[in-house]
C-alpha cells in the first residue's frame, strides 16, 4: 500500500475449494520513516511532546504498509465484469514467542540501516587532573657558582600535580548491521573543540545482517579544560549517510514490539572533586550496581572481594571496603562472615555500608545495635542539613555544603538507619520531605561510628543511583567516603 506500493498482482481465476495465492515481493523504500513513538521525552522532563503531522490519541503511529485484495465477478449476461475492492489491510510478521505467548504478529518496523550505541553514559573526570603542571623555578644555591655566574638551578622535585597529558577516559561504541547484506562503514566521534580520540577513526566492515562489532576509543580532554558537561557523539559513516543513532526493543506478552531510540551520546563531566591519591578500595557487589567504575573514575584501584577473600585473605591491604546495594540480602558469605569486616575495622580500616532492606536486622551486622528503617525521603530536592560536623566525612578532602544536594535525581535516599540506634552511631545529616504523607525530620541517611581503631559508615543516601547519573556532589561525597580510611587517622572525629 501506500504510494510506493508495488502494481498489483494478478492471480489466476479461483476455483471451488482451492485457494488462490499472490505472492508479493515488497521493498522497503529507501525514504521511509523510521518506526519509533510519536511521543518523545527530552531527558528527564515529566512531560512528552508529539509528532505534528501524527494522529493525536493513537497508541502508535498507523502503518503506511498494507495491502488491498480485489476480486472480479462476472457481471450480467452481456454486461462489464464486477469488481469489488476488499478494505485495506495492515501486512504483519507472523513469528513464534514463548511458550506462554504462542504465535505473535507485528507491523513493519522500519529501522537505520545501522544502528549505534555507546556507552558509558556518563563519565566523570575530576578537574584537577587536567591543570597543567606548574613549571618548577630555578633556585639559587648559593654555592658552586663562580663569582658573577648565574646562581646553579636546585634539582627538580616532583610536582603535586599531575603529568603533562591529563586524564583520559574510553568511549565504546557498538554498531548493529541492519542491512541484508553487508556493510563498509567508518565510524568517528564528532568531540568537543580542543579534544582528541585516539584513534581518530576506525573503518568497520560487518558481514551479514544482525551482525553487531564494538570498538573503542580513548577520548582525551585538553589540560586546562574548566568543569562542565562535554558531549561526545558516535558517528558512522555508510555510502552517502550517516548514523548517530541506536535503538532499544520493547516487548511484553500484553504489547506489541516497539522500538525506542536514543541519540548515540555519552556524556563527559569534568566536574570540581578532590580526591585522596593511591587507595586501594574493596568491594562487595551486592545485587548490582555501578558504583565500582564511579570508583575507579576517581582515580583509585578496586578490587572485588571473593567469598575467599572474605573467608581468610587480607583485607588489611585495602584503604576501604564497600559492601554494595543490598550485599546483606544477596551475599550469604558476607552474612556468614561479617566478623571478619568488623575486625578489619578494628583494626583500623573504614567500611562503607550501602543500603540494605530488612534482611540487616535478621542479625546485628553493625558494630553496635542497630537496625534499617522504612524512612526515606523521596523528594530529590528536599533540604539537606548537616547535623554533625566534626568528621572528615563532611569536611575532607571535600566540603559538603548545599552546593552538594543539587542536581539530585529521582530521590535523597531509602531505608535509612533506624533513629533509635546505639548513641555510639553519630547521625551525620538530617533532612525531611516535603510531602504530606511522609512528615519529620529523618535521620539515619549517613551514620558513622568508630570502632576501635576504625570507622563504620552505613550510607542510605542514593548514591548508587546518582553517580551513573552523573551528579556532581554524589562524587564528592563518593570521594570522601573513600578516603575516610585515610582522612580520619589524619582528623579523627570528635
Not at 500500500?1 to 523504500?29: Q, W
Not at 501524527?54 to 480485489?70: D, S
Not at 574548566?226 to 500484553?254: C, L
Not at 548514591?463 to 580510611?485: C, F, H, K, M
Request: glycine residues 10%; contains cysteine.
Amino acid at each position: 500500500g501506500g504510494a510506493n506500493a508495488p502494481p498489483p498482482v494478478p492471480v489466476s481465476s479461483l476455483k471451488k475449494d482451492i485457494a488462490g495465492r499472490c505472492d508479493v515481493t515488497m521493498k522497503i523504500p529507501a525514504n521511509a520513516r523510521v518506526s519509533e513513538p510519536y511521543w518523545h521525552r527530552k531527558g528527564e522532563e515529566g512531560r512528552y511532546t508529539f509528532d505534528a503531522d501524527a494522529p493525536f490519541g493513537l497508541p502508535y503511529r498507523p502503518t503506511t504498509f498494507y495491502g488491498e485484495v480485489t476480486l472480479g465477478f462476472p457481471g450480467a449476461p452481456g454486461g462489464p465484469a464486477v469488481e469489488e475492492v476488499f478494505g485495506a489491510v495492515a501486512v504483519q510478521y507472523r513469528y513464534s514467542g514463548d511458550i506462554f505467548s504462542g504465535e505473535k504478529r507485528t507491523e513493519l518496523l522500519v529501522v537505520p540501516a545501522l544502528s549505534v550505541r555507546v556507552s558509558p553514559e556518563v563519565a566523570i573526570i575530576p578537574a584537577s587532573s587536567l591543570r597543567p603542571a606548574a613549571p618548577v623555578a630555578p633556585i639559587a644555591t648559593g654555592r658552586g657558582g663562580r663569582r658573577g655566574a648565574p646562581p646553579a638551578a636546585a634539582p627538580a622535585t616532583p610536582s603535586p600535580l599531575p603529568a603533562a597529558g591529563g586524564e583520559t577516559r574510553e568511549v565504546r561504541v557498538t554498531i548493529v548491521n541492519d542491512v541484508p547484506g553487508a556493510s563498509d562503514s567508518t565510524v568517528s566521534l564528532d568531540l568537543p573543540q580542543g579534544w582528541t580520540s585516539t584513534p581518530a577513526q576506525q573503518p568497520l566492515k560487518l558481514a551479514r545482517p544482525d551482525e553487531s562489532q564494538t570498538l573503542r576509543f580513548i577520548v582525551k580532554p585538553p589540560l586546562g579544560t574548566k568543569a562542565g558537561e562535554y558531549p561526545v557523539r558516535a558517528v558512522v559513516k555508510y555510502g552517502d549517510a550517516t548514523y548517530d543513532r541506536g535503538f532499544q526493543v520493547i516487548e511484553y506478552p500484553h504489547i506489541r514490539r516497539q522500538h525506542i531510540y536514543d541519540a548515540a551520546v555519552t556524556t563527559i563531566k569534568v566536574i570540581d572533586v578532590n580526591t585522596v591519591p593511591n587507595l586501594t578500595i574493596g568491594y562487595i557487589m551486592g545485587v548490582g550496581d555501578q558504583v565500582p567504575p564511579a570508583i575507579e573514575q576517581l582515580g583509585a584501584k578496586v578490587e572485588m572481594i571473593t567469598p575467599d577473600d572474605l573467608a581468610w585473605g587480607n583485607l588489611s591491604r585495602f584503604d576501604a571496603i564497600v559492601t554494595g546495594v543490598r550485599a546483606y540480602e544477596r551475599r550469604a558469605d558476607l552474612r556468614a562472615n561479617n566478623a571478619r569486616l568488623l575486625e578489619y575495622v578494628n583494626n583500623g580500616g573504614a567500611l562503607i555500608v550501602q543500603y540494605n532492606k530488612f534482611e540487616f536486622n535478621d542479625a546485628q551486622y553493625g558494630p553496635y545495635p542497630a537496625k534499617v528503617s522504612n524512612d526515606r525521603v523521596t523528594d530529590e530536592n528536599a533540604p539537606v542539613k548537616i547535623a554533625y560536623e566534626n568528621t572528615p566525612l563532611v569536611n575532607a578532602p571535600n566540603r559538603i555544603n548545599d552546593d552538594t544536594w543539587k542536581g539530585w535525581v529521582q530521590e535523597r535516599g531509602l531505608y535509612f538507619l533506624g533513629a533509635d540506634h546505639d548513641s555510639r552511631y553519630k547521625d551525620i545529616l538530617e533532612m525531611a520531605d516535603t510531602f504530606e504523607y511522609n512528615q519529620g525530620v529523618k535521620k539515619g541517611a549517613l551514620v558513622q561510628a568508630q570502632y576501635g581503631k576504625g570507622q563504620w559508615v552505613y550510607v542510605g543516601l542514593g548514591l548508587w543511583r546518582e553517580l551513573p547519573a552523573g551528579v556532581d556532589g554524589s562524587y564528592q561525597l563518593l570521594a570522601n567516603l573513600i578516603a575516610l580510611g585515610k582522612t580520619s587517622k589524619l582528623q579523627p572525629p570528635r
